[in-house]
Nanobody, 117 residues
């Protein structure tokens, strides 16, 4: 069983920054991809940013240029960070980390990000 643990959410003012972290455990297999999704209040879950086992990245148009997904350690492919800059109220959501291992997608428990004055 793969476990994903997220951290780094919280309350931030508009224009501020936060960094989310996610680490996968419970498997010796390297995830083929890891990603961050978010679910705003009353809306569906959406992809925010993804990172393959290599270095390919993908971003939602709404966060392009403001968010950056990366590995905290280039040698460790079972962890990812999400640096979020210039946050706005529209970024308020529960953020979920996901990992694809052997064709199955695993999810973290989610971390709340609230952008408000």
């Amino acid at each position: 069983q793969v476990h994903l643990v997220e951290s780094g959410g919280g309350l931030v003012q508009p224009g501020g920054s936060l960094r989310l972290s996610c680490a996968a455990s419970g498997t010796l297999l390297t995830p083929v991809a890891m990603a961050w999704y978010r679910q705003p209040p009353g809306k569906d879950r959406e992809l925010v940013a993804g990172l393959t086992a290599g270095t390919e990245t993908k971003y939602a148009d709404s966060v392009q240029g403001r968010f950056r997904i990366s590995r905290p350690d280039a040698r460790a492919r079972n962890a990812v960070n999400l640096q979020m800059n210039n946050l706005g109220p529209e970024d308020t959501a529960v953020y979920y980390c996901s990992a694809v291992v052997r064709g199955r997608t695993y999810w973290g428990q989610g971390t709340q990000v609230t952008v408000s004055t």
